[in-house]
């Protein structure tokens, strides 16, 4: 299973990066699925719909489909958060799964660096960084950098540290 982090403070365009990166994987022929974590206690669900019903009622998994898609809404009642492999265990097999946050995890990731948020470099402090994605020049580092806005050169780096051949 190929893993691929897009680390970064908030507000220094990891979304961003993600949303660019998917249609250059994809055009190559590469399937992609992603993760990304969230900070706070979020709900795709609404109050007043079924499925929200559901849930408030008891129900620990709700699945919810149509002709176009499906969503499992799972409650942890108090279980721990689950790791990041635990969340991609339920995912179906794809090439690669492009991961956004996860900062502890154990696995390879870029980071998107941007001085104009006023945070420092996570890679000197965090060896799984293998490479930094930047809207400025960034000498000494102990990884390569790149510009933020090469899209495809940032897909060649990830598809070469996963060792992904595009078709």
């Not at 489909?65 to 794809?94: D, F, N, Q």
């Not at 809207?135 to 990830?158: E, K």
Request: hydrophobic share 40%; charged share 25%; proline share 6%.
């Amino acid at each position: 299973m190929n893993i691929f982090g897009i680390a970064g403070w908030s507000g220094s365009g990891k979304t961003t990066l993600i949303v660019n990166l998917l249609p250059e994987l994809t055009k190559r022929g590469i399937s992609v699925s992603t993760v990304k974590h969230a900070h706070h206690e979020f709900d795709i669900d609404k109050p007043g719909k079924d499925s929200f019903v559901h849930r408030m009622s008891g129900a620990t998994e709700v699945i919810i489909g149509s002709k176009t898609r499906w969503a499992l809404m799972h409650e942890l009642r108090g279980a721990p958060e689950p790791s990041l492999p635990e969340l991609i265990s339920h995912m179906e097999p794809v090439d690669l799964h492009l991961v956004e946050g996860f900062k502890w995890e154990d696995h390879a990731k870029l980071e998107v660096h941007r001085p104009s948020v006023g945070k420092p470099l996570l890679q000197p402090d965090d060896s799984t960084i293998r490479a930094i994605a930047s809207n400025v020049t960034l000498g000494g580092m102990q990884v390569p950098v790149m510009d933020v806005d090469d899209i495809a050169g940032i897909a060649d780096f990830i598809l070469d540290q996963c060792q992904i051949k595009a078709l």
